[in-house]
């Protein structure tokens, strides 16, 4: 290719602004080059909630966002997943004390699906019947958590801290809890992918029935 033709497609990209959702304020995340707005779509933005607010405090909480919309020179994006650092989980581990996790994937009041992975530090060693109490008492409130909230709610509470501090207020009564976090959460599937899911495995329930009779 001629360095002719090499800068006519450099001046034939064009930068899109790529925006946070609603829920974030639109708040600026960044550009993006393309010479066509479809190969935008899908592309993934990751970022801190540190530079989202302008905070370095809070720049050991990762979130990642998807382009899902294109206009003459914005792009648009939609939640992915909220994840903590590496580095600030390890700081939150102390020896002589239980590290609890959890996996719970539930469904929001709008029927996005999303899975959530509530840790829990202790403040000294607890025995095997408290880990399972306060693992049974995350999930719980994880679950009555996404059955009062849209997708949206649910992660506002999820990246502000909110559902790790009702977490903690009521697991600590369990056992002494140093810290709650929630250390993930992801977008699984929309609420076209949840109901088409929910109407194969329907399909497949009624062929049983046939296939018994």
């Known amino acids: ?14 930068w899109y602004t790529v925006l946070a959702p609603e829920q974030f304020d639109r708040t600026e995340l960044g550009e993006t080059p393309a010479d066509e707005p479809e190969k935008v779509y899908d ?6 909630l540190g530079d989202l607010n302008n905070n370095a405090s809070e720049n050991n909480t990762k979130l990642t966002f998807k382009i899902t919309d294109v206009g003459s020179d914005t792009a648009y994006t939609e939640f992915q997943k909220h994840s903590l650092t590496r580095d600030y989980l390890r700081s939150l581990v102390r020896r002589g004390a239980s590290k ?39 999930v719980q409130m994880v679950e009555e958590a996404a059955a009062e909230r849209t997708f ?7 990246v502000e801290g909110r559902l790790s501090s009702a977490i903690y207020g009521e697991a600590k009564t369990i056992y002494p809890l140093r810290r709650v976090e929630i250390q993930k959460a992801t977008l699984e599937a929309h609420p076209e992918e949840v109901a088409e899911e929910e109407a194969t495995a329907v399909d497949v329930d009624d062929e049983d029935v046939a296939t018994s009779d």
């Open 1 to 14: 290719m001629s360095e002719r033709s090499v800068s006519r497609a450099k001046q034939e990209k064009r």
């Open 43 to 48: 592309r993934t933005i990751e970022t801190t």
């Open 100 to 138: 609890i996790e959890a996996y719970v994937t539930v469904l929001t009041t709008d029927d996005y699906r999303v899975q959530v992975q509530p840790v829990a530090f202790t403040t000294k060693k607890a025995d095997a019947s408290q880990e399972k109490a306060i693992r049974e008492q995350m």
């Open 152 to 158: 949206a709610e649910l992660i506002d509470g999820v």
